[in-house]
Nanobody, 115 residues
Framework: QVQLVESGGGLVQPGGSLRLSCAAS????????MAWYRQAPGKQRELVAS???????NYPDSVKGRFTISRDNGKKTVYLQMNSLKPEDTAVYYC?????????WGQGTQVTVSS
């Protein structure tokens, strides 16, 4: 089973960009489907982006065209490039790994979009 550690969050002005990273341990990272979720205060956790083990990506309409998920299997890392950030993107962002019965979460990283 993998373990996940997110990094890259912080404070950014509206219209700015951030890149989140999620570093994984374990030898079969390349077999996991990876995703980023976010949870704002008082709201349910929601999917932001996903990438399959073969590189197929999926985004909700709220971030499509602004966010890009990618993975580097050699570095066992998944990235979330976030552009044109809006105040409503403010949330704790979580990395997720899924394979068969395994469903692993990272500890989360705070992203705050504010002027």
């Amino acid at each position: 089973q993998v373990q996940l550690v997110e990094s890259g969050g912080g404070l950014v002005q509206p219209g700015g960009s951030l890149r989140l990273s999620c570093a994984a341990s374990g030898s079969i990272f390349h077999l996991y489907a990876m995703a980023w979720y976010r949870q704002a205060p008082g709201k349910q956790r929601e999917l932001v982006a996903s990438i399959s083990s073969v590189g197929t990506t999926n985004y909700p309409d709220s971030v499509k065209g602004r966010f890009t998920i990618s993975r580097d299997n050699g570095k066992k890392t998944v990235y979330l490039q976030m552009n044109s950030l809006k105040p409503e993107d403010t949330a704790v962002y979580y990395c997720n790994a899924k394979r068969a019965l395994s469903n692993v979460w990272g500890q989360g990283t705070q992203v705050t979009v504010s002027s």
